[in-house]
């Protein structure tokens, strides 16, 4: 398996423009999470999903930021407007529980998309 | 809630010398995970180990070793004999419905 694959791995755009950002996770894993990582902040819990649906989004700052996970193959991180202070990696991350399955029980982490809002 | 705690946010050591990396975690729950993962420069996270609430048996792999007691909700980290090579930010996390990471302990190795 190839990993959970994210998309862009850089992104450099100017405020209030619409940043979104893609991942795709591992074939199997019912569970993906999107977490943001600054110096400031550390690496905060945006949303999670299970099975595609969205079960906790309390940690999405607010409403700017939107996730979606359409299918279980496809999941985005949308930012509309974004602001400097969205400067950050973002990273997405897919397990699943159970066993049989590549990378069960473990939170695999995609190589992130770092943002840079000017 | 859950909470974790890594209270040493940098460590400097010299090489070869031993360290330990402090975790505390807070949860309600009695089943629940506990992780290390390391971040390199590179900027990558790298799962290092995992531990299930109702087994405390302590874990050694290579030079890492992880101690893990419920009776002070602590699940901390050591590295034998250090290298340069493990130079890098540590996370801790606790895994219940969610993952929730500590702050992160960087670990600077000197030759």
């Known amino acids: 398996d190839a990993g959970v694959i994210q998309s862009p791995r850089h992104e450099v755009t100017e405020m209030g423009q619409e940043v979104t950002l893609r991942c795709k996770p591992i074939?199997?894993?019912?569970?993906l999470f999107w977490y943001r990582q600054t110096m400031m902040r550390g690496l905060e819990l945006l949303i999670y999903?299970?099975?595609?649906?969205?079960i906790d989004d309390s940690g999405m700052p607010e409403d700017r930021f939107s996730a979606k996970m359409p299918n279980a193959s496809f999941s985005t991180l949308k930012i509309q407007p974004s602001e400097p202070r969205d400067s950050a990696v973002y990273f997405c991350?897919?397990?699943?529980w159970g066993q049989g399955i590549s990378g069960a029980n473990v939170l695999t982490f995609g190589a992130g998309s770092r943002l840079t809002v000017l | 809630a859950q909470k974790v705690t890594q209270a040493q946010t940098e460590i400097s050591v010299v090489e070869k010398e031993d360290v330990t990396l402090d975790c505390v975690y807070e949860t309600r729950d009695t089943t629940y995970y506990l992780f290390w993962y390391k971040q390199p420069p590179s900027g990558e996270l790298v799962f290092l180990i995992r531990?299930?609430?109702?087994?405390?048996q302590n874990e050694i792999s290579g030079r890492y070793s992880w101690n893990f007691q419920k009776s002070t909700s602590s699940f901390n980290f050591t590295i034998t004999a250090s290298q340069v090579v493990d130079s890098a930010v540590y996370f801790c996390a606790l895994l219940r419905n969610d993952m929730r990471f500590g702050a992160g302990t960087r670990l600077t190795v000197k030759p």
């Open positions: 999903f299970n099975n595609n649906v969205p």
């Open positions: 991350a897919t397990t699943s």
């Open positions: 531990r299930n609430s109702f087994d405390e």
């Open positions: 074939s199997g894993h019912d569970y």
